[in-house]
């Protein structure tokens, strides 16, 4: 689960990490009020979604102006002008493909005196099943570049879990960065409490970047990125608040209040597979043959009727579906609960759309059976390289 940036400060500040001072606003109105309340002399407008790439993102609306969705501004009167332009405009960057997103949410924060600026994020570092940390001087870019361009300006090191943080991480983090003395200090102090608020919180990813060092000599956070494992949310109830709906795909949200593994992509063949590694060699074989897949949908060994059912109901809610592939081995799952899932599906939202469905396992023949006496225009295929040929035949108009 992601957070926005503002949230994500609150987060930190808890742990004692040093923030810039800010005031989260969803209303131009409220513009003036947050910018007194930081006093200037110069504010920070931050266009809060998620996804990077902010401050060189274009708004597709010309009334939003050309200035990307972070903007310094230099007056209150700017900052009233800005809030005015971002709200409710839809922001383009790299991240959020050419759709874009729409900004609900402005984050108006004091300006700062940067001096240098550096990179520091912790994720999980799947090999080790540790914290692993990377540092960079190279603050404000994307991390990926200077991987590829000048790899040796980035350190990485892990945290063994035995251990926790100890003072030799922290040095690590100063001799990378070049900080010495009272700055050397002020790095190690930050890991430590960076590591606590990761640990503490179950984070999946922390990014800050850039890592500030202001020209009085102090190191500030002056953005932060914050995803947190779905799996642990359960544990926090108040990162849980922090959820914003409107960030995320309407279609997810839905399959996650079943238990549904379901991510939405941009293709047009909609899928639901039980088992993540089938699904995946579903995905495969359709583009093998020439069309692309509109999901991931995992519906699990254990799915009942009504998880199926919810589930064919959301992948019927994309518009971009142009046919849709049932492809279930029985295993735990029984090819008849999968069977009477999709007939009720149908008969609940209608099946305007080529249906193939591969069924082979448990229960196989009643599964079959059920199928063919619906009544229903469904293709039956033998096997998965006949249901993906059939599918994508379907949805060409050469069936």
Known sequence: MNIHEYQAKAVLKEFGVPVSKGVPIFKAAEAEAAAKQLGGPVWVV???????GRGKGKFKEAAAGDKGGVRLAKSIDEVKAFAQQMLGNTLVTIQTGPTGKQVNRLYIEEGADIDKEFYLSALVDRESSEVAFVVSTEGGMDIETVAHDTPEKIVTFSVDPATGIMPHHGRTVAKALNL??????????????????????????????????????????????????SNALYRHPDVMQLRDETEEDAKEIEASKY????????????????????????????????ESPANFLDVGGGATEEKVTAAFK????????????????????????????????????????????????????EGKKIINESGLNVLSANDLDDAAQKIVKAVKGTA
């Open 46 to 52: 931050k266009s809060q979604i998620h996804a990077g």
């Open 180 to 229: 010495k003395g009272d700055q050397a200090k002020q790095a190690e102090k930050l890991v430590t409490q960076l590591y606590n608020a990761f640990v503490a919180k179950d984070m999946a990813m922390l990014e800050i970047n850039p890592l500030i060092l202001s020209k009085q000599g102090e190191l500030k956070c002056l953005d932060a990125k914050v995803s947190f494992d």
């Open 259 to 290: 238990d549904l593994a379901y991510i939405a992509l941009d293709g047009t063949i909609g899928c639901m597979v039980n088992g993540a590694g089938l699904a995946m060699a579903t995905l495969d074989i359709i583009k093998l043959y020439g």
């Open 314 to 365: 959301i992948i019927t809610s994309d518009p971009n579906v142009k046919g849709i592939l049932v492809n279930i081995f029985g295993g735990i799952m029984k090819c008849d609960v999968i069977a009477r899932g999709v007939i009720a599906a149908v008969k609940a939202v209608g099946l305007k759309v080529p249906l193939v469905v591969r069924l082979e396992g448990t229960n196989v023949e």
